[in-house]
């Protein structure tokens, strides 16, 4: 990734943002895992007020489409949200001196990091570039052959969106 990454923000786009586990591994491989950040998910988005529009969560990475807010910068809302799912997943509260060499249960335990650093951010501007990361993002387990079809994945917005219910609510896209 490159030093210097230019981000757009101020003009209270929706942002696509993706980002990674530690090294690409599979931190958030376990229903456990997965619903903790679910969780996280939801107090920060409460906390901040953003409008989520739609998610996935993979067993290494994330994708949010979310509404940027001025008090809800995309930055602020992805720092407050990976911090606060690495500190839940390893059992520690805040502020414990030596963090990032605290133990992760299992495989995790040997890393040093729960996060890969920085994110990816895309500026949504229109409807038809908003279906095409929905349609990206709902797929994004099939095509890994974790499921045959995106209503069987838990972990993602496609239930709420086809059926009108799901493990998180979703805010509708108005322009």
Not at 104 to 133: A, C, I, L, T
């Amino acid at each position: 990734m490159p030093r210097r990454v230019k981000r757009y923000t101020g003009r209270g786009d929706l942002h696509f943002i993706a980002f990674s586990c530690y090294e690409r591994r599979p931190f958030l491989q376990t229903k456990r895992v997965k619903n903790i950040f679910v969780k996280i998910l939801e107090e920060v988005r409460g906390r901040f007020g953003f409008r989520l529009m739609e998610y996935v969560l993979m067993p290494e990475h994330v994708h949010l489409l979310i509404e940027e807010l001025p008090k809800a910068l995309p930055a602020r809302v992805i720092q407050v949200l990976k911090q606060r799912v690495s500190r839940k997943v390893r059992g520690k509260k805040r502020g414990t001196p030596g963090q990032l060499a605290l133990p992760f249960p299992g495989e995790v335990g040997q890393h040093r990091r729960f996060w890969q650093r920085r994110y990816f951010d895309f500026n949504v501007y229109s409807e038809k570039k908003m279906r095409e990361k929905l349609d990206y993002m709902h797929a994004n387990p099939v095509k890994r052959g974790l499921v045959s079809h995106p209503q069987e994945w838990p972990w993602s917005s496609w239930s709420f969106c086809e059926r009108g219910k799901g493990v998180i609510r979703m805010d509708k896209w108005e322009q």
